[in-house]
């Protein structure tokens, strides 16, 4: 199975900063890694998929990039709404794994 | 609209099986692939299975030898069946649309709310 190692595992922020997460994967995944945003009340919604495209109706503030094993998910300006968990997610091969989930908290 | 709508019983006693339904609309079956998820009480994500658009199945290994996915394409319902329950089993269970391409785009667009899953006596 691919190993998903997310850091960090909780980010205290202000509102107005960018940050960054990051996502290493145990061998290469051909960018086959989406990002996901889990609200407190436990909503969950895609926010990139493919390691760099922005899904519908998601704010162009957040970006993906990354090749190989390396992945990160920035969020340019947090708003916020964005004070959630994120998660990523390969599937470059069976089984689909997640990390582990980075906690996005107000500083 | 789509939406996915998980249903089952909130409690099962351990060595028991674990049946869950995702209800969903706004969509077709045989359109889209269906992946059950799951997530233990402040943990991770943890992908279970799927059952394609073509009526086939891809499992968890880890899962593989208690789990069975299958679906009601008339009815639109999606079932998970899991047998052998342990108290570790206990865990938010959620259905989720599968968004694919040939592009190589693979991703789960729309998510149900969940349902709560407890394993105890």
């Known amino acids: 199975d691919i190993q998903m190692t997310q850091t960090p595992s909780s980010m205290p922020a202000s509102l107005g900063e960018r940050v960054t997460i990051s996502c290493r994967a145990s061998?290469?995944?051909?960018?086959?890694l989406n990002w996901y945003q889990q609200k407190p009340d436990g909503t969950i919604k895609p926010l990139i998929y493919y390691t760099s495209n922005l899904q519908s109706g998601v704010p162009s503030r957040f970006s993906g990039s990354g090749s190989g094993t390396d992945y990160s998910l920035t969020i340019s300006s947090l708003e916020p709404e964005d004070f959630a968990m994120y998660y990523c997610?390969?599937?470059?091969?069976?089984?689909?794994?997640f990390g582990s989930g980075t906690k996005l908290e107000i500083k | 609209q789509v939406q996915l709508k998980e249903s089952g019983p909130g409690l099962v006693q351990p060595s028991e099986t674990l049946s869950l339904t995702c209800t969903v609309s706004g969509f077709s079956l045989t359109s889209y692939g269906v992946n059950w998820v799951r997530q233990p009480p402040g943990k991770g994500l943890e992908w279970m299975g799927t059952?394609?658009?073509?009526?086939?199945?891809d499992y968890n290994s880890a899962l593989k030898s208690r789990l069975s996915i299958s679906r009601d394409t008339s009815k639109s319902q999606v079932f998970l069946k899991m047998n052998s329950l342990q108290t570790e089993d206990t865990a938010i269970y959620l259905c989720?649309?599968?968004?694919?391409?040939?592009?190589?785009?693979?991703?789960?667009?729309?998510w149900g709310q969940g349902v709560m899953v407890t394993v105890s006596s």
């Open positions: 059952i394609w658009n073509d009526g086939s199945t």
């Open positions: 989720a649309r599968a968004e694919s391409t040939p592009l190589g785009w693979y991703y789960f667009d729309y």
């Open positions: 997610q390969q599937y470059d091969s069976s089984p689909l794994t």
């Open positions: 061998q290469g995944i051909s960018n086959y």
